[in-house]
């Protein structure tokens, strides 16, 4: 059973940093890519950044481009995600998820977390 697990959301004020962790789905290393996602209220989930599977090649959205960073673990099967300059409309539930395939991609992704908040005062 693939299963995914965030950790890391929380409130903070904007400016500030925060760092979303991801256990992997535990398949067989290059045989899936990870990435981020978020859904703010009333609004469709959106992809934020994508990672190949050893990865060295990483995809962002023009909205966090600059700002968050995506990293991934050692053992390839955990990813981190450094959000700096958090701003308002960060805010959202952030969901990690993985693909088969092994690069970096904005779609196709079918395996999902449970999802951690992030909210961003103004």
């Known amino acids: 059973q693939v299963r995914l697990v965030e950790s890391g959301g929380g409130l903070v004020q904007a400016g500030d940093s925060l760092r979303l962790s991801c256990a992997g789905p535990?398949?067989?290393?290059?045989?899936?890519?990870m990435g981020w996602f978020r859904q703010a209220p009333g609004k469709e989930r959106e992809f934020v950044a994508g990672?190949?599977?050893?990865?060295?090649?990483?995809l962002y959205a023009d909205s966090v481009k600059g700002r968050f960073t995506m990293s991934t673990g050692i053992a390839k099967n955990t990813v981190k995600l450094q959000m700096n300059g958090l701003k308002p409309e960060d805010t959202a539930v952030y969901y990690c998820a993985a693909r088969l395939g092994s690069s970096a991609s904005r779609i196709g992704y079918g395996y999902w977390g449970q999802g951690t908040q992030v909210t961003v005062s103004s």
């Open positions: 535990g398949l067989p290393p290059g045989t899936y890519a």
């Open positions: 990672s190949s599977w050893n990865g060295e090649s990483t």
